[in-house]
């Protein structure tokens, strides 16, 4: 098992900045893909951004230009810096690690609200 541990959310005016960090722990052997996707009130969990381990990243169009994700290979730790925030941003974000160990595991944080006020 691997464990997601998130932090970073909050409440931040439009136009504010926020950075989420996801830590992972347990049994990681190799891990694949980290990244974060988000769901908000009455809407599909979607993709916001994910890194691989060769730091190949891809983005949501609606967060290109304005959010960057990284990761640190040595913490197993994932980060999403988002700036230029707006209202639509407004949702809980989930931390996604992708674990090679014994076969391809897939593992969710337990999510935290990112809010944006007008």
């Known amino acids: 098992q691997v464990q997601l541990v998130e932090s970073g959310g909050g409440l931040v005016q439009a136009g504010g900045s926020l950075r989420l960090s996801c830590a992972a722990s347990?049994?990681?052997?190799?891990?694949?893909?980290m990244g974060w996707y988000r769901q908000a009130p009455g809407k599909q969990r979607e993709l916001v951004a994910l890194?691989?381990?060769?730091?190949?990243?891809n983005y949501a169009d609606s967060v290109k230009g304005r959010f960057t994700i990284s990761r640190d290979n040595a913490k197993n730790t994932v980060y999403l810096q988002m700036n230029s925030l707006k209202p639509e941003d407004t949702a809980v974000y989930y931390c996604y690690v992708q674990n090679y160990y014994l076969g391809t595991n897939n593992y969710w944080g337990q999510g935290t609200q990112v809010t944006v006020s007008s």
């Open positions: 890194v691989s381990s060769t730091s190949s990243t």
């Open positions: 347990g049994s990681i052997f190799r891990i694949n893909f």
